[in-house]
């Protein structure tokens, strides 16, 4: 039973190293501005080892909401959803490194109750 | 004493729970009461599956507007959107309510749901069905400000109403740390103008723009030791000013509202331009109560007879 542990935790160890070891790749990487000065939106999805991390993020004027929805797919086909709502100022999602194939990002910014900007992003 | 230190207890659990309710309530209250009542709307439009009503049931008819109630709790807002009733004759087009419902608790992911049939009801024969093949470009709209129906809050954005949008059509984006393109072959506007209702004379003015090589390569800057591009409002602004070279490839003005088609398979075939540019202006008179909605589609080809065959039959909805 220990040398079970034992062999899950060297397993783990590796695994984390080798995450470590490797220099992260930058898989995909979107940078642009929203229209007419309302900000600015990005998605920046790395790999390494076979896993990927990401992080999507809207950002710009505390007078504006921002709202980042991300579509993580993962290997097995599994889709999670995680979504901020409207937020004054910015608003963001990040992962760690996960077993992620795909991930989709719908990014937006509303002025009052107007919605200025809205776009959709994917990275792999 | 056990007496006095339960009374006492109780006293400050009271005055904790009302301390609680106090932070509820919000510094700006926005909400507006009014005497409309959201009902469905009549069953005939209800059953055509390509009708608003089949996606948005928030709204109810009256003196020929479709008065939508829109909630949003976390700004404590309430209110209600008058759009007219009015769209054209033939295929779906966008409608306001594609817009002002995504802000709206239960309704923004209905909103997302009818901008997905759009898609794929304007995607023409031959086009790829892949997520990543297609795309939703957000032109704009304006939510209209009726005073018989709706808020002060509506009355404030018409103060910051847009009537000019500029957008580029290509994905500018680094994959695997290289700088990269990705094109699309057809790009698809829809327009609704509402013209039906207001029988006015305002049209949209629609430019193309090509982006050549050298042109390109002077738009993309480096930050945090990445390649980023300009924004297409800073490129339009240098043209503009002289200061970089651009190809008009289409200005041409829209009166009617439906859904217009461009193909730039050639452009991209001869690498002749490596962004293309649209600009689209509301020209004509625009009062308070005026609406339009613009939204744009894009598609990659996968099989090109496919697509030739649809264009040859659709070849009056190609305005490039």
Known sequence: MKLSKCKKLLAVTSMVALVGSVTAFADTYINENFVDGYGKYMLDVNSSSGMRSCDACAWGSKEYDYNVKLITVYSDGQEVIRETGFTAGSARITSSYEWAEDYQAFMAVRDGIEIRDKVWVSGS | ?320
Request: hydrophobic content about 35%; aromatic content about 12%.
């Open chain 2, 1 to 320: 004493m056990k007496k006095k230190i339960y009374i006492l207890l109780i006293a400050f659990l009271a005055l904790f729970i009302i301390g609680c309710n106090d932070n509820n309530i919000p510094e700006e209250k926005n909400t507006q009461e009014h005497n409309i009542t959201i009902e469905n709307p009549s069953a005939d439009v209800q059953n055509d599956k390509d009708s608003l009503s089949s996606f948005y049931t928030n709204f109810v008819i009256q003196d020929k507007y479709r008065v939508y109630r829109i909630i949003e709790k976390s700004k404590n807002m309430d209110i209600n959107i008058a759009i007219p009733d009015w769209q054209p004759e033939g295929d779906a087009v966008i409608d306001t309510a594609d817009f002002v419902n995504a802000i709206d608790d239960e309704m923004s992911d209905i909103t997302q749901k009818r901008i997905d049939f759009l898609k794929e009801k304007l995607r023409p024969n031959g086009m790829s069905k892949e997520w990543k093949d297609s795309k939703e470009i957000f032109i704009g709209y304006a939510t209209p400000y009726i005073k018989e129906y709706t808020s002060d809050i509506v009355a404030e954005t018409v103060n910051k109403r847009i009537l000019i949008r500029t957008k580029s059509l290509w994905d500018f984006l680094l994959k695997d740390n290289k700088e990269t393109i990705n094109k699309y072959n057809i790009f698809c506007i829809s327009i609704n103008m509402y013209e039906g209702f207001y029988h006015s004379s305002n049209a949209t003015r629609l430019l193309l723009y090509g982006v050549p090589e050298e042109t390109f390569k002077d738009t993309i800057k480096i930050e945090d030791g990445k390649s980023v591009r300009e924004s297409s409002e800073t490129i339009l602004e240098k043209y503009n000013n002289g200061e970089c070279k651009l190809d008009i490839l289409t200005d041409i003005e829209l009166t009617k509202s439906g859904n217009y088609y461009m193909d730039f398979s050639e452009i991209i075939a001869n690498n002749t331009y490596q962004n293309i540019i649209l600009k689209i202006e509301l020209t004509g008179e625009v009062t308070d109560e005026y609406t339009y909605a613009w939204e744009g589609f894009e598609y990659k080809t996968v099989n090109e007879q496919a697509y030739q065959d649809w264009k040859a039959e659709n070849v009056d909805k190609f305005i490039y």
